[in-house]
């Protein structure tokens, strides 16, 4: 089946820019559109604790439509835009850089880095799971609430 196959692709991993503001005129992006991340931060799971759930993945998309509607029902679109940007970019961006960190974890064979990884999939490993959940609720959880 190799044989015949007229291809095969190659899937890089991209990083996009820090964009300076999400938003021209009445035009306003969310999620992905405005703050990709790379799909090291294991944000398509789903981390519950009893009857409280958090979302991961879609999370930050959804964080910000709901922010976004509450900025919008409060103040002009302009302002709304702005306000927005201002709560959400600082929150966003650190949740970008620890993605492409454990995406240089993931693929780095440096030696430092091999440890590094092996630490982390150690304590990931044997840590409790109340632990792991409450770090990731901690980094994921939305800050304006």
């Not at 964009?19 to 009445?26: A, I, N």
């Not at 679109?77 to 709560?87: E, K, L």
């Amino acid at each position: 089946m190799v044989m015949n196959t007229y291809r095969l692709l190659h899937l890089g991993v991209f990083e996009k820019q820090d964009l300076p503001k999400w938003h021209k005129g009445r035009i306003c992006m969310i999620g992905d559109a405005c703050h990709a991340m790379s799909p090291f931060l294991g944000q398509g799971q789903l981390a519950s604790n009893n009857s409280f759930k958090l979302l991961l993945g879609a999370n930050q998309a959804i964080q910000d439509g709901y922010l976004l509607a509450e900025f919008l029902d409060e103040m002009p679109y302009q302002q709304a835009f702005q306000a927005f940007y201002d709560v959400r970019h600082p929150t966003v961006k650190k949740l970008v850089m620890a993605s492409d960190g454990f995406g240089y974890l993931r693929i780095t064979d440096s030696f430092f880095g091999n440890i590094a990884r092996n630490v982390m999939r150690a304590g990931t490993k044997y840590a409790p799971d109340r632990l792991l959940q409450l770090m990731l609720m901690k980094t994921m959880a939305p800050n304006f609430m």
